[in-house]
């Protein structure tokens, strides 16, 4: 036999010693590629199923392919989070970074009607503040169906929130950033209802994300097409969308024990269902809680000029024509804000 050298010997240790690791992950149900350089281990610690790429079944998943075709993806799953980060591949080579929500496996329907209303939202205007779908998978390592979206900094449920980061100084005004937001979400309520799809979850904030300082809404979960009587539904469930929507800012800019005239008006105007949907959203979108100062003055005085060419102009034809536009002007601030107008006054005075 011929002598073995000091090197040979290193090299059968080597060899027994990944022999024996092999032995070992085989037996615990795991994968020693990484060791052996031949691609990524997957251990589940405490749950969380470390990064390992998967690929997409074209036949199978629901994919969104505007972007390009996606081929693979990657993320670390842990159970105990809403949603986990990851990365998605294209089959032109790109990667890019990307997020994941996981559905129960008795969940698929919802899923796929989540997937298909918010990429359709999403597809028909990229404008409209709706977070993009990239591919609704199964996911058999956990029994999970994963809804893959665009890459968001962080879901609007994950923000603390003081006082000072929605309010202007001593003012009482609302910050330019969360008057902004606010209005744009309206806006976004409006486009999602005027396609006739419904949301049915505004009133978690995990429902919403933030991308680059704006939130986009994400998770559609119905539409027209649900519904058993749609006449008398459509109107009940924009409202209820509205209404949850209400309830989410409560959570999340409502001070405890705390007075704030603009912004307890506000909320009560979502109770105030007189007006048709779409005067309704618009009046909400207006009111003087959403108003930078400047705004605030220059609708109120477009109330007192709109006075002269309104239903109160018969009132304004004798000699006491100009107090009586202010009473018109009084009388219509009454009926678009209730309870508000002993207020403004107040408001007008810090801001002059």
Known sequence: MPKRTKSSRESER??????????????????????????KLQVSVDGIQKEQKHKLNPEKDLVVNKDGIFIQYEFNYDPSQIYSSGKIYFKNGKE???????FEKSEEDLAKKTFTLTSKLANYDQRVGVLKP??????????????????????????????EDFVNGDSRILSFWWRSSI?????????????????????????????????KIINIQSSFEDL?????????????DLKAFRNMLK???????????????????FDKEEYPYHIFIEKLASHPFLLTPAERMK??????????????????DDD??????????????????????????????RIV
């Open 14 to 39: 080597r060899a027994k010693t990944q022999f024996l690791i092999a032995k070992e992950c085989f037996h615990i149900g795991g994968y020693c590629n990484r060791l052996f350089g031949m691609g």
């Open 96 to 102: 890019g970074e990307a997020r994941f929500f996981k």
């Open 134 to 163: 990239h591919f609704l998978t199964y996911y058999e390592p956990q029994n999970i169906w994963i809804l893959c979206y665009e890459k968001f900094n962080h879901l609007l449920s994950e923000i603390n929130i003081d006082a």
């Open 183 to 215: 209005r744009n979400l309206l806006q976004t309520i409006k486009h999602m209802h005027s396609y006739k799809f419904f949301h049915k979850g505004l009133n978690g904030s995990d429902n919403y994300v933030v991308v680059s300082g704006r939130v």
């Open 228 to 240: 058993e009587d749609p006449p008398s539904q459509v109107n009940v469930l924009r409202m209820n």
């Open 251 to 269: 959570e999340k800019i409502m001070l405890p024990e705390d007075s704030w005239v603009d912004r307890d008006s506000f909320f009560d105007f």
């Open 299 to 316: 609708s109120f005085y477009s109330i007192h000029d709109s006075a002269n060419e309104s239903k109160f102009k018969r009132r304004l």
């Open 320 to 349: 006491n024509r100009r107090e009586l536009t202010l009473d018109a002007a009084y009388a219509e601030v009454r009926r678009l804000y209730p309870d508000f107008l002993e207020k403004i006054h107040a408001i007008i005075m």
